[in-house]
């Protein structure tokens, strides 16, 4: 088993990552002006990450709903933690949101 690690900002990709055995190992919050977004740093087997990703892509990836929904929360809060924190910090230095 070989890890590899891969950035998404496809929040279903980030769930479907971990649906199938992978791993959130970082958030990194992205400023774009009066918005923001987040990247995802995704850890994973090197086969079950280029499986899932073909399969993804193709169109042909089947979950279970209710694991899928459960990841899809996980990597949601992630997200909109990682975007309250970085809104805390930037208040806490006068830069407003």
């Known amino acids: 088993m070989e890890n590899e690690s891969v950035e998404v900002m496809d929040l279903y990709l980030a769930a479907y990552?971990?649906?199938r055995g992978c791993a959130i190992d970082e958030v990194r919050y992205i400023p774009m002006g009066?918005?923001?977004a987040c990247s995802l740093m995704i850890r994973g087997d090197r086969a079950v990450i280029r499986e899932a990703m073909e399969a993804f892509f193709a169109s042909t990836a089947e979950v279970n709903?209710?694991?899928f929904r459960n990841a899809y929360n996980r990597v949601n809060n992630a997200v909109?933690?990682?975007k309250r924190n970085a809104g805390a910090g930037k208040a806490r230095n006068g830069d407003g949101l």
């Open 17 to 19: 990552y971990l649906i």
């Open 34 to 36: 009066k918005t923001a």
């Open 65 to 67: 709903l209710l694991a």
């Open 80 to 82: 909109h933690q990682a």
